[in-house]
């Protein structure tokens, strides 16, 4: 076996690295592993997922031990959100977009607030025991808490 | 015509209104108290056509005219543009002021203001409002007129056409509850409703009580709801004014017939399961009136599939009479030949207003196509047939009408939402 090249070594490195940042980097959406979070200063510690759906739909408006809770969106067409609501709560975006229409034209409600991605729902979330969210997994950090694993 | 144009012209400038407004809408992140406001809107467009011609299909009982005499295609039937502005001052209080535009019975398009109520949030589950606010009526009677929302082009007709009276003034309560896993929500409503019939007529209904309650149970929804009033409509005026002045037997018909401070209810119950892929719904109801309007019963049952951005689905629905739809009227034995003629005529006029109580079966199939995800292209054909000498929810009838006979409809709506 020759010695590696410099060029060959530094070819053999970025492939290794490539094959590691796909490993690692977030899956496609299909794959993508989601998780519900709440401050990591919030007591609650687990949600079931007709909970978590009840905060998302409107229908609740507080968690298992009585606190408020306030649900926080990713952006509309965010692909993990779409997925987020079609596993937790059954609705397509369609669907959902009827929901809410209907909950804005009785005046019962108004759909959560939007923040533009994992990042920024996390830091919402960690400023406020009030409020959930769901992120995908490669973005948490010990700022917030996951609830909830969303198969 | 005048009335028409200027409506159009009032609907184009909501709708501008609306877009220009638009940019700022949903903006505000809730939860932290601050002012906000919210614009939203909703609104179908829709053709009509209709094989019977000699009278009008319609989908509500307050239009002026619809799809057959009036015109063979109608845009009236279910084209309308709403507007509503939500204002949350502070985690307790909000307004809402709701504007619908559609054809009313003037053929006038002037906006109505639906709801304008203030809303007072005491827990984060009991909510008071003061205003106008939706009554609570029906499975889907508080959002019939954002078409988006539900499957179909519109409500079966039978159940929702014929008492379309959504909304009134006065209080309710919206609490929210949970019984183990059954999330509910219980309305209660007092108040009157006041609703423009032809100018300058009015309907009115007094110490209007309503009670509605839903109960969501995952993909199961079950809602039942009463209500109750005092109703006072002049309507055929003449025919009891000349009745009355006939005698105690004219009289009679006058207080058995006439919507005179009469007892007014609607019960009905109703319920939907929607797993997502497919959805099964149905609802019962009954009205009681204690007048030329009668007593009825209805019921519809409706399935779809949803198969990507389509959901094909078929209706069944059927409304019948369990009141007095004819009337033998006065006696008209021993009566001299001229005043006989007179009370002939006012015993077919009584006669002429029960046979408007509805009685018909549909049948429908219609297909939904949701282009965007605020926007939804529907496809629907009806198969009408009136029964019992009924002339269904056919209005305008013209004398070539005949009783019984199977209309055909075809509708196409966009729906929107904003």
């Known amino acids: ?151 | 015509m005048q009335h028409s144009f200027r409506g159009h012209h009032l609907t184009a400038s909501l709708l501008a209104l609306a877009l220009g407004a638009g940019f700022d809408a949903h903006a505000e992140v809730a939860g932290d108290g601050a002012p906000s406001v919210a614009v939203s809107g909703f609104g179908t467009v829709g053709v009509v056509h209709s094989s019977e011609e000699h009278a009008d299909y319609i989908a509500s009982a307050l239009k002026s005219n619809g799809a057959g005499a009036t015109r063979r295609w109608s845009g009236d039937v279910d084209t309308r543009l709403g507007l509503q502005l939500d204002a949350a001052l502070d985690k307790r209080w909000s307004a809402v002021l709701q504007l619908v535009s559609e054809m009313d019975l003037d053929n006038s398009y002037r906006p109505r203001v639906e709801w304008a109520n203030i809303k007072y949030q005491v827990t984060p589950e009991l909510a008071l409002r003061l205003g106008r606010v939706a009554l609570p009526m029906f499975l889907t009677a508080e959002y019939r007129k954002v078409g988006y929302i539900y499957p179909w082009v519109r409500p079966p007709v039978e159940s929702y056409g014929t008492l379309p009276f959504t909304s009134g003034d006065g209080i309710d309560a919206n609490l929210r509850w949970n019984l183990g896993p059954v999330r509910n929500t219980s309305q209660i409503f007092f108040g009157h409703a006041d609703q423009k019939l032809v100018d300058p007529m009015r309907g009115y209904a007094r110490r209007v009580f309503g009670l509605a309650n839903t109960s969501d149970w995952g993909a199961l929804s079950v809602r039942a709801s009463l209500l109750g009033g005092e109703a006072t409509a002049a309507i055929a005026d003449q025919l009891f004014d000349a009745l009355d002045a006939s005698g105690p037997a004219g009289a009679a018909l006058t207080r058995a017939y006439a919507i005179d401070h009469k007892q007014i209810s609607v019960a009905s119950i109703g319920a939907n399961y929607d797993p997502g892929t497919w959805f099964l719904m149905a609802e019962a109801s009954r009205t009681r009136t204690h007048s030329l309007l009668g007593a009825t019963r209805s019921i519809y049952a409706s399935a779809g599939w949803r198969h990507g951005t389509l959901t094909p689905y078929l209706t069944w629905s059927h409304v019948r009479a369990v009141g007095a739809t004819s009337s033998p009227g006065l006696p008209l034995a021993g009566l001299p030949p001229q005043v006989a003629g007179q009370v002939a005529a006012l015993n077919a006029g009584l006669n002429q207003l029960l046979g408007t109580v509805p009685q018909q079966t549909s049948v429908s199939a219609g297909l939904r196509w949701d282009l965007r995800a605020n926007t939804a292209l529907k496809l629907q054909y009806d198969r009408a047939s009136p029964h019992a000498g009924s002339h269904g929810t056919l209005t305008n009838l013209t004398p070539g009408f005949q009783p019984g006979r199977t209309i055909h409809v075809a509708s196409v709506a966009i729906d929107f939402v904003y």
């Open chain 1, 1 to 151: 076996m020759g010695q590696l090249t410099p060029l060959r070594r530094r070819a053999t490195l970025t492939l290794v690295m490539l094959l590691a940042g796909l490993a690692a980097a977030p899956a496609p959406a299909a794959a993508s592993e989601l998780v519900v979070i709440v401050s990591a200063r919030s007591p609650v510690t687990a949600l079931r997922p007709d909970q978590v759906a009840a905060i998302f739909l409107g229908q609740s408006v507080r968690f298992p031990d009585g606190a408020e809770a306030i649900p926080l969106d990713q952006r509309l067409g965010a692909p993990l959100r779409d997925e987020f609501y079609l596993r937790v709560t059954s609705k397509t975006p369609p669907l959902l977009k009827a929901w809410w229409s209907k909950m804005v034209f009785t005046g019962r409600g108004q759909p959560p607030a939007e923040v533009a991605d994992s990042a920024a729902v996390r830091r919402r979330v960690a400023d406020n025991p009030g409020l959930v969210g769901y992120i995908d997994r490669s973005a948490l950090d010990a700022s917030v808490r996951p609830v909830l694993v969303v198969q």
